[in-house]
């Protein structure tokens, strides 16, 4: 079936460190997959971060990046340099750009930067 | 700024008590959806609704309805609650057109405990 796999948490970083958060899928009934990752931060609904709609492309925001790669199925979070209000659950999700409203989420990564 | 506003924030309920969820979403959005999150688990698509009168089901429907009686409200409602359905409990909304092609704001969620 349709998955999405994330890294499993909590991440503990110091300020300033380099982030990644790994991300793959498998999209067994999706032919065109989009791609997201969704933000939680403490106290508040997940707001979209960034979304990808193409292989190959990259989407940012915020100083986060992740690269939809299609030949090893990823998607992963990068920031160079986080921050401590980057402490937050982070969420990758696979999208349907076809005909249904169909959204796999992964379990979420509570990520914690320490001042 | 897209605001959903979920209520009650936390809900605790006797089992094979009635329990209604409430969302309710002053953007003037078609889309409403209502997910429930777990440990080990993404979110999961109880139920959405594409505008007032219509609900459709998710992918674990089972134990739930759903009631969309204008465009701004989106109801969840456990007839008889079980312990299985203590969880996070998330509403979300979104312009017409489909969740992966549009972007979906979510509220704060409700975390429901059935005793």
């Known amino acids: 079936g349709d998955s999405v796999t994330q890294t499993e948490g909590p991440v503990t970083v110091s300020e300033s460190e380099s982030l990644i958060i790994n991300c793959t899928y498998s999209a067994t009934s999706i032919a065109y997959p989009n791609l997201f990752w969704y933000v939680r931060y403490p106290g508040e609904g997940l707001q979209l971060l960034l979304k990808v709609i193409t292989a190959g492309q990259k989407g940012s925001s915020r100083g986060f990046e992740a690269t939809y790669n299609k030949e090893t199925t990823s998607f992963h979070l990068q920031k160079a340099s986080v921050q401590e209000s980057d402490s937050a659950v982070y969420y990758c999700?696979?999208?349907?750009?076809?005909?249904?409203?169909?959204?796999?989420f992964g379990t979420g990564t509570r990520l914690q930067v320490l001042p | 700024e897209a605001a959903v506003t979920q209520s009650p924030r936390n809900k605790v309920a006797v089992t094979g008590g009635k329990v209604t969820l409430s969302c309710n979403q002053t953007?003037?959005?078609?889309?409403m959806y209502w997910y429930r999150q777990d440990t080990g688990h993404g979110l999961r698509l109880i139920h959405y609704?594409?505008?007032?009168?219509?609900?459709e089901k998710g992918d674990i429907p089972d134990g739930y309805k759903a009631s969309r009686p204008s465009q701004e409200n989106f109801s969840l409602i456990l007839e008889l609650a079980t312990p299985s359905q203590t969880s996070v409990y998330f509403c979300?909304?979104?312009?017409?057109?489909?969740?992966?092609?549009?972007?979906?704001?979510f509220g704060k969620g409700t975390r429901l405990t059935v005793v």
């Open positions: 953007n003037n959005h078609n889309n």
């Open positions: 979300a909304s979104g312009r017409q057109g489909l969740f992966a092609n549009t972007e979906v704001f």
């Open positions: 609704s594409y505008g007032a009168g219509s609900t």
């Open positions: 999700a696979l999208g349907d750009r076809g005909n249904t409203n169909k959204v796999v």
